[in-house]
């Protein structure tokens, strides 16, 4: 059987894990395109117009899998750890898909439920579970894919923390990214914050870190720090974060700015996003706090490449002569 | 202590009688009105959802007002509520406001932890007198929310356009001015008996609709545009999904509604088998409920990008063809006006007459009331 993974949303976080685990029960894995304008347009045009632009995109890696798997792989990703959810969306994420699967054609949905919220012990049995009752897969060879998805998951952030992105480490098409371009001169070190579904998909984005990099930017993202590391960096408010992901935001900006790693910070949030609606108040105020220059990048569907030049430039521009004016800042190893 | 709280609705009456309880004096804010919302609407980011904005309107005009301590309920997500508080406190302290910020997180978040926020509140309280409060006012609260409830059915039918809202005001006097256990009960009964009195056509034939959302939008009217009054006037009966006294109530067996939220997710789990935060499962099992009891259509009201609400969207497509039930989905933000949402619910109420008469095809179709009332309008 062939299995579909939409190269959208949690692709970005866990395809290795997914992917891995698909393949040891005996599955033959395909993963969609990367985002292009049929995509997002097929997405744009089934989808509820308020959701955000990634969930949209979703809609459309769906349909571009359609005619070529047996069966399309949508977890429903309710929590990654205890007391914590991941976004309401994915939670719906689904049923979402399964109410529009037979209007548009589309092949049975693998929903395995994934929910660590009240125990994380339960995510291994979640999996054995669906492996039995999806594939009829035994609790032994179940636990030995998990095992193999394990190592393959921790490859993939070893390979994060070593300074990579997801970029370098997930499969890419020949849409492949630009070459470094290291500019003449000290570089600027920006801090690119936000969902890696958003800053890594490179038709959502108009390709924000190749021109980023083409402009000779050191690129610091949050996956570069280990997610522990991030969560307790986070914890410096007065309710702690139940989102997983913001956390994970909020303990980047914490880092950054509190030990001066980078020279700016670049926040990518999609419209309508609900979480980082509400911590981009706690973020700027961050920023702001630590004198750290933020500029707030709203994407959504018709985002124009052209605008998104124009202010990274002025962005960039600025964090150089800010730099020319009060010296370098110190250098944290 | 000069304690303040969003509004909500009627909520503000049930919080003046808890505050009045427990010795702390209340500052109401000034009525919800457009001025607020532009007020919050100014100091929240762009894309919060609309019940933020309006909470934050809400407070700055609170503390213009003399509040130095505000309160707010919390909550444990999925949803963006239950981070509302720890924003807002955010937002008005970087706008230079100085107070004192209290978050209400839900009972069973810890008993100890919910005492103490009010313990702190009212300096002294016991545990056992706490208890004995929140039940007497809490009652009262189930008493305003069965007549709100009986109000959205009578009106449907009243003879004299307006008696009903002015009879509920009558009513709610009478309730708020009520104090002891003994005179709740007295009151709760004197306040149906004037709503009830109010002079009704039995026979008119009526449509019946109901409403489904997010929260808020269905429990302040002013968000919403006074919709259910409006809805009202043109001789539709209403039930509705949300009420505030249920939701506050730990068991959620819904007993305003009717539908214990059990049950209103079992009628959802074919459609949408998890919980999405808000009220996202409930309004889809809303749906159900209400096509399975033979209701004309539904309403959906939402703030704008409000997530619960627009994965329920999403789904409700198919929801709809299989129960064969029109649903009308309608998002609010700042930007919404009346006469925009108006005109969409006349044209809905058209279909839903016209689905009405088609099904009665063959007798002869009594003169719809809202579209009697439309031409009267036009
Ligand atoms: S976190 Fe934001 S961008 Fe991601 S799915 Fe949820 S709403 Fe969309
Ligand atoms: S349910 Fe809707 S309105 Fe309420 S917090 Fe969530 S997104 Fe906002």
């Known amino acids: 059987m062939r299995v579909g993974i939409p190269r959208s949303l949690l692709y970005y976080k866990y395809l290795p894990f997914w992917k891995t685990f698909l393949a040891s029960v005996g599955l033959e894995v395909e993963t969609s395109p990367m985002t292009n304008r049929k995509i997002l347009a097929d997405g744009v045009k089934v989808a509820e117009n308020e959701l955000c632009v990634p969930v949209k995109a979703f809609y459309g890696h769906c349909l571009a899998l359609r005619d070529r798997v047996d069966a399309l792989f949508v977890p429903r990703v309710v929590s990654m750890e205890e007391r914590a959810y991941t976004c309401p969306k994915f939670l719906g994420l689904p049923d979402m898909i399964a109410a529009v699967a037979e209007r548009l054609g589309l092949p049975p949905l693998l929903t395995p439920h994934l929910n660590q919220r009240e125990k994380p012990s339960e995510f291994k049995w979640q999996l054995i579970n669906f492996a039995r009752d999806e594939f009829g897969i035994d609790r032994l060879d179940a636990v030995a894919a998990l095992e193999s998805a394990k190592l393959a998951q921790r490859q993939f952030q070893d390979g994060l923390a070593g300074g990579r992105t997801p970029l370098d480490l997930l499969p890419q098409s020949r849409l492949n990214r630009p070459r470094r371009r290291k500019a003449a001169g000290p570089s600027k070190r920006i801090g690119l914050l936000g969902h890696p579904y958003n800053i890594y998909d490179g038709y959502i984005t108009q390709n924000l870190i190749a021109r980023l990099e083409e402009i000779g930017a050191e690129l610091v993202v949050p996956e570069m720090t280990d997610h522990h590391a991030l969560m307790n960096a986070a914890t410096d408010v007065p309710k702690q974060l139940y989102w997983t992901y913001e956390k994970e935001i909020m303990g980047a900006i914490n880092l950054w700015t509190e030990k001066r790693q980078v020279d700016g910070v670049i926040y990518v949030l999609a419209f309508a996003c609900g979480p980082d609606s509400l911590i981009q108040v706690l973020i700027e105020h961050r920023a702001r706090t630590y004198n750290v220059p933020l500029m707030s990048l709203t994407i959504d569907e018709h985002s124009g490449e052209a605008g998104l030049v124009t202010r990274i430039e002025a962005f960039t521009d600025m964090l150089m002569r800010k730099r020319r004016e009060h010296g370098n800042v110190e250098a944290v190893a | ?378």
């Not at chain 2, 808890?18 to 919800?32: A, D, H, S």
């Not at chain 2, 839900?106 to 545990?127: Q, V």
Request: glycine share 8%; proline share 6%.
């Open chain 2, 1 to 378: 202590m000069k304690i303040s709280a969003p509004h909500m609705g009627h909520l503000h009456l049930m919080l003046a009688d808890l505050f009045q309880r427990m010795g702390v004096e209340y500052v109401k804010p000034p009525p919800t009105t457009t001025k607020t919302l532009q007020i919050g609407a100014k100091v929240s980011p762009e894309f919060a959802c609309l019940p933020l904005k309006i909470n934050l309107g809400n407070f700055i005009e609170a503390l213009e007002a003399g509040a130095d301590s505000l309160v707010m309920a919390g909550g444990h997500g999925p949803c963006r509520f239950g981070y509302y508080g720890i924003v807002e406190d955010r937002i008005l302290r970087d706008l230079g406001y100085e107070f004192d910020f209290y978050m209400l997180e839900p009972f069973n978040d810890g008993a100890w932890k919910f005492y103490k926020l009010f313990e702190s509140l009212s300096p002294g309280l016991s545990i056992r007198s706490l208890w004995k409060i929140l039940k007497v006012s809490f009652s009262k609260g189930r008493a305003f929310d069965r007549l709100y409830k009986r109000a959205l059915q009578i009106r449907a039918c009243e003879i004299n356009r307006g008696d009903t809202s002015r009879a509920l005001k009558k009513a709610e006097a009478v309730l708020t001015a009520a104090y002891s256990p003994n005179e709740i009960e007295e009151a709760a009964a004197e306040s149906m008996a004037i709503l009830e009195a109010v002079e009704r056509d039995p026979d008119r034939q009526v449509l019946k609709v109901g409403i489904v959302g997010e929260f808020y939008l269905l429990l302040e009217p002013f968000s919403n545009f006074g919709l259910e009054e409006f809805l009202g006037h043109m001789g539709v009966y209403l039930e509705r999904s949300v009420w505030v006294t249920d939701w506050i109530a730990p068991n959620r067996n819904n007993i305003i509604y009717g539908y214990p939220k059990k049950l209103v997710k079992q009628k959802a789990a074919p459609y949408l088998n998890h919980n999405v935060g808000g009220e996202g499962q409930e309004t889809v099992g809303s749906v159900v409920l209400f096509a399975e009891r033979g209701f004309d259509g539904v309403i959906q009201l939402l703030p704008f990008g409000c997530m619960p609400e627009n994965i329920a969207t999403s789904i409700l497509p198919k929801v709809q063809q299989y129960h064969d039930i029109p649903v009308l989905t309608l998002a609010f933000d700042e930007q919404s006006g009346r006469a925009g949402v108006i005109t969409r619910v006349e044209a809905f109420l058209d279909l839903l007459s016209a689905r009405r008469m088609k099904r009665n095809a063959g007798v002869a179709a009594p003169l719809e009331p809202a579209a009697a009332a439309m031409s009267e309008r036009m």
